[in-house]
């Protein structure tokens, strides 16, 4: 039990429904972060920005078709503002550290 000051926590129950939309985005979600975990080196395409997300996929080019899509399936302000530059091997996919350039040229100022 959450105890805080005089006031006891406890969980607000799910409806049926929320608890099957709940059922389904994590389903959702489970099926999106499966398969090998790659570095996508990302730039914003108006401000030049640059800036590094986790993917997953079988391989490269299907971790970057997953980064443009989303977890919705649509994903067109991600296409239309972001550019993946290059896409490195992970080490470690709890601190996103790269290894070897797989995909792409391999950029003077990385983020990491």
């Given at each position: 039990?959450n105890?805080?000051?005089?006031f006891?926590?406890?969980?607000?129950?799910?409806?049926?429904?929320?608890?099957?939309?709940?059922?389904?985005?994590?389903?959702?979600?489970?099926?999106?972060?499966?398969?090998?975990?790659?570095?996508?080196?990302?730039?914003?395409?108006?401000?030049n920005?640059?800036?590094?997300?986790?993917?997953?996929g079988k391989n490269?080019?299907?971790?970057?078709?997953?980064?443009?899509?989303?977890?919705?399936?649509?994903?067109?302000?991600?296409?239309?503002?972001?550019?993946?530059?290059?896409?490195?091997s992970?080490?470690?996919?709890?601190s996103?550290?790269?290894?070897?350039?797989?995909?792409?040229?391999?950029q003077?100022?990385?983020?990491?």
């Amino acid at each position: 039990m959450n105890v805080t000051g005089d006031f006891v926590l406890k969980p607000t129950k799910l409806t049926r429904d929320q608890a099957c939309a709940a059922k389904r985005m994590w389903a959702r979600f489970q099926a999106h972060t499966t398969g090998n975990t790659y570095v996508l080196y990302v730039q914003n395409r108006t401000s030049n920005h640059a800036f590094r997300v986790m993917g997953h996929g079988k391989n490269p080019w299907q971790a970057v078709r997953r980064y443009y899509k989303g977890l919705d399936n649509k994903g067109n302000w991600v296409w239309q503002c972001t550019k993946v530059v290059a896409v490195y091997s992970c080490v470690c996919d709890k601190s996103t550290q790269a290894g070897d350039l797989l995909v792409g040229q391999a950029q003077d100022r990385a983020p990491w």
